[in-house]
């Protein structure tokens, strides 16, 4: 098998399946944020104190909630838009019949993710200096050191995909 049909059927098999899945995971990470953002706070990397935590309602502080509402509109609509162009690239009649227009979203796709990669290093940089930071007790440490790292994993992939879908 060529190196062109390999990569052509990467294209048209795995590769939306691996874009819809990103998205999806990113409009599920948005509306748990807006629906449990005590919760997200925590997966994100920055813990609240435990005197939040272990409340009935688990209330943040206006400006955290804030912070983790924004993180959840993000995440949704940087999600939605994946599915969105996804959508489009497969199965929309103008991206079915058009190479270019096909060639086009597949791009956009690309310019999603490897933007994402950029968003994902970021976000593993500004939680591992929460980690450093002065006042963080060790058990919020230790759980923002791992999502840190977590977050700069999670950009390899992301990058990859960004890659395959702007250059493949």
């Known amino acids: 098998m060529s190196t062109s049909t390999s990569m052509s059927t990467l294209r048209s098999s795995a590769l939306p399946i691996l874009t819809a899945?990103?998205?999806?995971?990113?409009?599920?990470?948005?509306?748990?944020?807006?629906?449990?953002?005590?919760?997200?706070e925590t997966a994100f990397g920055l813990p609240v104190p435990r005197s939040i935590s272990d409340s009935p309602t688990k209330e943040?502080?206006?400006?955290?909630?804030?912070?983790?509402?924004?993180?959840?509109?993000?995440?949704?609509?940087?999600?939605?838009?994946?599915?969105?162009?996804?959508?489009?690239?497969?199965?929309?009649?103008?991206?079915?019949?058009?190479?270019?227009?096909?060639l086009v979203a597949q791009r956009c796709l690309g310019v999603i993710f490897l933007?994402?990669?950029?968003?994902?290093?970021?976000?593993?940089?500004?939680?591992?200096?929460?980690?450093?930071?002065?006042?963080?007790?060790?058990e919020a440490r230790q759980v923002a050191l791992k999502a840190g790292w977590g977050h700069l994993v999670m950009a390899v992939p992301i990058l990859a995909l960004g890659i395959v879908c702007f250059w493949a």
């Open 115 to 138: 933007t994402g990669s950029i968003i994902g290093v970021g976000d593993g940089v500004v939680v591992s200096r929460f980690a450093e930071g002065g006042g963080t007790d060790q």
């Open 21 to 40: 899945t990103m998205g999806s995971m990113g409009i599920v990470n948005g509306l748990y944020s807006l629906t449990s953002p005590s919760d997200a």
């Open 60 to 102: 943040l502080p206006w400006w955290q909630a804030a912070q983790s509402y924004a993180r959840g509109v993000r995440n949704l609509a940087g999600g939605l838009s994946i599915v969105g162009i996804t959508a489009l690239w497969r199965f929309s009649p103008l991206c079915v019949a058009s190479p270019v227009a096909r």
